[in-house]
């Protein structure tokens, strides 16, 4: 079963750097995900595609910020020089055969 | 400049139906994958349907089989997702979503609506 796991919460300094972690599931671990933001009270956006090979591709207008690679089975989003505006929830989200799956989600708090 | 609209929502009885409407712009519809995604008040994403660009491939999330059905209209630009028999679970925003490529499980979602909230309550 296609399954994404996410850290539920994260927090960080402002100026400083964050890594969050996305894993796939057992067997699923050369698939790729994409990374999306949701501020409060606002629709989500998308960030980024993270492949099992650490490349990445950014969406429109995405800071250079912003960066991502991998692992294994896990995927990672790096955020550094943190802003008060990247207090969000953050998403990854892989596919399959007939199906679209995301994660839980992370809570991050900027400090 | 891509632009995804959302409407149609409300306040719904249990039992009853709801159709949502999403009108897409600046991008060639038709060569592009559409979802929906809902998330529950304080709750994560859920994907709920896609549909390939021509319409021949969609898929459900197991969950919601037989009760939601969705299409699209090329010609309008507008994806179109039908609820039968709400329940009180289904309340949610619901999102449109534009697929990077033309089948709806090949590829994660590029851009998205600002949502319309489907409230089910008597």
């Known amino acids: 079963q296609l399954v994404l796991t996410q850290s539920p919460s994260a927090s960080a300094s402002l100026g400083a750097s964050v890594k969050l972690t996305c894993t796939l599931s057992s067997g699923h671990s050369g698939y790729t995900i994409a990374w999306h933001k949701q501020q409060p009270q606002k629709g989500p956006r998308y960030l980024m595609n993270?492949?099992?090979?650490?490349?990445?591709d950014k969406g429109d207008g995405v800071p250079d910020r912003f960066s991502g690679s991998s692992s294994g089975a896990e995927r990672y989003l790096t955020i550094s020089s943190l802003q008060s505006e990247d207090e969000a929830d953050y998403y990854c989200q892989t596919w399959g055969t007939d199906i679209q799956v995301f994660g839980g989600g992370t809570k991050l708090t900027v400090l | 400049e891509v632009q995804l609209v959302e409407s149609g929502g409300g306040l719904v009885q249990p039992g009853r139906s709801l159709r949502l409407s999403c009108a897409a712009s600046?991008?060639?519809?038709?060569?592009?994958?559409m979802h929906w995604v809902r998330q529950a008040p304080g709750k994560g994403l859920e994907w709920v349907s896609g549909i390939s660009g021509n319409s021949n491939n969609i898929g459900y999330a197991d969950s919601l089989k037989g009760r939601f059905t969705i299409s699209r209209d090329n010609a309008k630009n507008s994806l179109y997702l039908q609820m039968n028999s709400l329940r009180s679970e289904d309340t949610a925003l619901y999102y449109c979503?534009?697929?990077?490529?033309?089948?709806?499980?090949?590829?994660?979602?590029?851009?998205w609506g600002q949502g319309t909230l489907v409230t089910v309550s008597s």
């Open positions: 979503a534009k697929g990077a490529y033309t089948f709806y499980d090949t590829s994660g979602f590029d851009y």
């Open positions: 600046g991008f060639t519809f038709d060569d592009h994958a």
């Open positions: 993270v492949k099992s090979d650490g490349s990445h």
